[in-house]
């Protein structure tokens, strides 16, 4: 079985350009996740899809990040205009289940390090 | 979901058990306890999850204080490859609107040859 796959691996912008992050979640998996780091910090929680639906996206910064799942397959996530405060690692999970009361484990991607100059 | 505490750092020699605690003392009666690793350059792994009685698996074993205020993730033999942050979540497991994880600091584990 494939993983949770993510693309690019690593993204180099200047501030104020737009960049498209990708994620491949596990064939069948319902739920997508969105998480990032920033510099110095924790792994916080960006949204929760449940196939092409927003269940919670509590954790989105500001308006100048946008997440899609159409069709419910695969993920992108858009950041226009990149600030320098959005450089970090931006990972995706994915979770089998319609529910969302499940105990299942989120699947991880390896990531994409994104740097804004 | 509940807050939990972890030491910064902890080191293990190679072949030798880890123990790795974490306390949450403000636990609820449906809180799952689950524990994820992030290998360097890596995203988070699942490693196990419990809410009551002991569990183990293939990765580890996870032992859980009778009060569940505490539990400790228990690597039998440690090896260089797991060198982790290994990190303590609770999850509610009923209900809520998305089970997402809320990572803290996690414990950094280096694993000495």
């Known amino acids: 079985e494939a993983g949770v796959t993510q693309f690019p691996s690593h993204s180099v912008i200047e501030k104020g350009q737009t960049v498209t992050l990708r994620c491949d979640p596990i064939s069948g998996h319902d739920n997508l996740y969105w998480y990032r780091r920033v510099m110095g910090k924790e792994i916080k929680f960006l949204l929760h899809?449940?196939?092409?639906?927003?269940?919670?996206e509590s954790g989105m910064p500001n308006n100048r990040f946008l997440a899609e799942r159409t069709g419910g397959t695969y993920s992108t996530l858009k950041v226009q205009p990149a600030e320098l405060e959005d450089s970090g690692v931006y990972f995706c999970?994915?979770?089998?289940?319609?529910?969302?009361?499940?105990?299942?484990?989120?699947?991880f991607g390896d990531g994409t390090r994104l740097s804004i100059l | 979901d509940a807050k939990t505490t972890q030491p910064n750092s902890m080191e293990s020699n190679e072949e030798e058990p880890v123990h790795l605690p974490c306390n949450h003392s403000t636990i609820s009666g449906t809180d799952y306890i689950h524990w994820y690793r992030q290998l360097p350059s890596q995203g988070p792994e699942y490693v196990i999850h419990?809410?009551?009685s002991n569990v183990n698996n293939r990765m580890a074993s996870l032992a859980i204080a009778e009060d569940r205020k505490s539990s400790t993730l228990i690597l039998h033999r440690a090896t260089l490859r797991d060198a982790a942050v290994y990190y303590c979540?609770?999850?509610?497991?009923?209900?809520?609107?998305?089970?997402?994880?809320?990572f803290g600091t996690g414990t950094l584990l280096a694993v000495q040859p």
């Open positions: 899809f449940v196939k092409e639906s927003k269940q919670d």
């Open positions: 419990g809410l009551t």
């Open positions: 999970a994915s979770k089998p289940g319609q529910g969302t009361s499940s105990n299942q484990p989120q699947h």
């Open positions: 979540i609770l999850r509610d497991g009923y209900g809520g609107a998305t089970n997402k994880l809320i």
